[in-house]
Nanobody, 124 residues
Framework: QVQLVESGGGLVQAGGSLRLSCAAS????????MGWFRQAPGKEREFVAA????????YYADSVKARFTISSDNAKNTVTLQMNSLKVEDTAVYYC?????????????????WGQGTPVTVSS
């Protein structure tokens, strides 16, 4: 099993920045790809970004390219989502996920393990 613990959500002004962190642990967790998803009220869960532990390969949704950066810290077993130039439409609950998938996988059901979610609110 893989355990995921998220932190870093909160309130931020439009145009500002916020950093989300996901601490991973468990059996063979480094064999999994790590992804971030988000879900706004009344909306379906959508893919944000993903990364592989070993190779550092990354993939982003078009809506967050050039604004968000996903990275991994092997020493801390942590994946980070740095969010810059935030927009009101970025407001959502953000989820960390792990799965035996390639980083270009965007469907939520392809990921096996999920964190508890951390809310992000962007005000105008």
């Amino acid at each position: 099993q893989v355990q995921l613990v998220e932190s870093g959500g909160g309130l931020v002004q439009a145009g500002g920045s916020l950093r989300l962190s996901c601490a991973a642990s468990g059996r063979a967790f480094r064999t999994y790809a790590m992804g971030w998803f988000r879900q706004a009220p009344g909306k379906e869960r959508e893919f944000v970004a993903a990364i592989s532990w070993s190779g550092g390969l990354t993939y982003y949704a078009d809506s967050v390219k050039a604004r968000f950066t996903i990275s991994s810290d092997n020493a801390k077993n942590t994946v980070t989502l740095q969010m810059n130039s935030l927009k009101v439409e970025d407001t959502a609950v953000y989820y960390c996920a792990a799965g035996r998938v390639v980083v270009t996988t965007t469907r939520p059901y392809e990921y096996e393990y999920w964190g508890q979610g951390t809310p992000v609110t962007v005000s105008s």
